[in-house]
């Protein structure tokens, strides 16, 4: 007896052998471009049966795709989300963490940022604020086991499910993880963090009316302090005062520029 080959059987086992376990990220480039066009191909054709493919078959083939592309979707709402580039992103803010008390992705507006001192972790700074941001936001009494993302290129802190790694729980959300190894013109993200702290410490305060050439002193004491070396000091277009003058770190531009402190009241 000749028997027919199948072609959509074909595909079952060409998918089955392709799909990664759940815990498995790194795809290589041709692996992934062949589990895309199989996908989408199956997807395709199931769709256009036309009562070519029994209502029972394609039952079997939802059933056989479901769960694995279920475990595609949850890392990013696509049957291709396994193919995203979930490397470490440089968040743009390193100096405060985002808290929120809930697993979700980051809202429009960031409801609740904490400072990061020298040192500090992104987990450490939200457990610390926890009961200020439960009464803000409702959540567990007792901060559970947190974890960092990056969202719109700040540090996102939300609590870790407890069945997932935190690149996996990252990237169900469409976030990445933090690149802690990212350099800022030159300076290290704990380098920013402490730049950061100098310059927001009393002696450097908007409200200590300033000269510019004060701050531009202090800015330039808090750099050879930390040992940045790559970073410049400039007067902000807006720096028009004499007095009322306070240095802010821009780590994306890796400048120090000097602002007028609005509202002071100086002489």
Not at 80 to 97: C, F, K, N, R
Not at 126 to 132: I, K, M, N, R, S
Not at 163 to 168: A, G, I, N, P, Y
Not at 248 to 262: E, F, M, T, W
């Amino acid at each position: 007896m000749n028997h027919q080959t199948n072609p959509q059987t074909e595909e079952f086992a060409e998918l089955a052998e392709l799909l990664p376990v759940p815990a498995e990220r790194d795809i290589p480039v041709g692996r992934g471009e062949l589990m895309k066009s199989t996908l989408y191909r199956t997807f395709d054709e199931a769709a256009r049966g036309g009562g070519k493919t029994p209502v029972s078959r394609r039952r079997r083939l939802m059933w056989r795709i479901g769960m694995p592309v279920a475990v595609l979707a949850a890392a990013g709402g696509t049957v291709a989300a396994v193919l995203i580039d979930d490397s470490p992103t440089q968040p743009e803010i390193p100096t405060a963490a985002y808290c929120n008390s809930t697993f979700a992705k980051a809202p429009e507006k960031v409801l609740y940022g904490v400072p990061l001192g020298p040192g500090q972790t992104p987990e450490a700074a939200c457990a610390a604020a926890w009961d200020t941001l439960v009464s803000m936001q409702g959540g567990p009494a007792v901060a559970p086991e947190l974890m960092t993302c990056v969202a719109k290129d700040i540090l996102w802190v939300v609590p870790k499910p407890a069945d997932r790694t935190v690149k996996d729980a990252c990237a169900s959300l469409g976030l990445t993880l933090p690149d802690y190894e990212a350099l800022y013109h030159g300076a290290t993200m704990d380098q920013v963090r402490r730049i950061s702290t100098l310059l927001d410490s009393r002696e450097a305060s908007p409200y200590r009316c300033l000269t510019a050439d004060q701050a531009r002193a202090i800015a330039e004491h808090a750099l050879a302090e930390v040992g940045i070396t790559t970073w410049r000091v400039e007067e902000g277009f807006e720096t028009t005062r004499t007095r009322g003058v306070f240095p802010v770190a821009v780590p994306g531009d890796g400048v120090i520029y000097l602002r007028n402190a609005s509202g002071a009241d100086c002489p």
